[in-house]
């Protein structure tokens, strides 16, 4: 008897997305290195991108920057509205549960179930942090785009594939 695609899967299975993320405003968003972190088009310029992160653990800490690094003016002591389209892209690609687990945010995770719910907790300040490793998991990101349609392996994402 044949397996299901979804009972031969390692990840976990969640609700699907209550709308298709945002890609345009919200090119790239990950968990990684204890931060919530991502690329966020800017509404004005669209030749200008901001790099955007939440540090997890107890503040939340918060850093919104072009990718000169120089920083959003939006940034008035509180989070702008990248950081808020940055978490509200990451809630919907990761659930908000997760995305609160991730940022060890305290209380019943359960009861979490919006971005907005998140960004109430978001008690921390600017981190004042180079963002330049961010934006270049982005480019690096972005080159396998600029791949042309191949059956092969690409061969540094060999290790991924099995047998």
């Known amino acids: 008897m044949a397996l299901s695609p ?4 390692s990840l976990p299975l969640s609700e699907p997305p209550s709308r298709p993320r945002k890609v345009k405003d919200v090119p790239y968003v990950e968990l990684f290195s204890g931060r919530v972190q991502g690329v966020v088009s800017s509404g004005s310029d ?11 653990g107890a503040s939340i800490n918060f850093n919104c920057s072009t990718n000169n690094n120089r920083p959003c003016g939006g940034l008035r002591g509180s989070p702008c509205k990248h950081l808020t389209q940055l978490m509200g892209e990451a809630v919907l690609q990761f659930g908000p549960e997760q995305v609160a687990r991730y940022l060890k945010l305290s209380g019943d995770l359960s009861k979490v179930t919006s ?9 921390g300040s600017q981190a004042r942090l180079d963002v330049s490793q961010v934006f270049s998991r982005f480019l690096s990101h972005l080159r396998y785009f600029e791949l042309p349609v191949s059956n092969q392996p690409i061969p540094e994402m060999t290790w ?4």
């Open 6 to 9: 979804t009972e031969c899967t």
């Open 46 to 56: 669209e030749n200008r991108v901001y790099v955007s992160f939440f540090e997890a």
């Open 115 to 123: 971005a907005h719910d998140i960004m109430l907790q978001v008690r």
């Open 160 to 163: 991924f594939v099995l047998g």
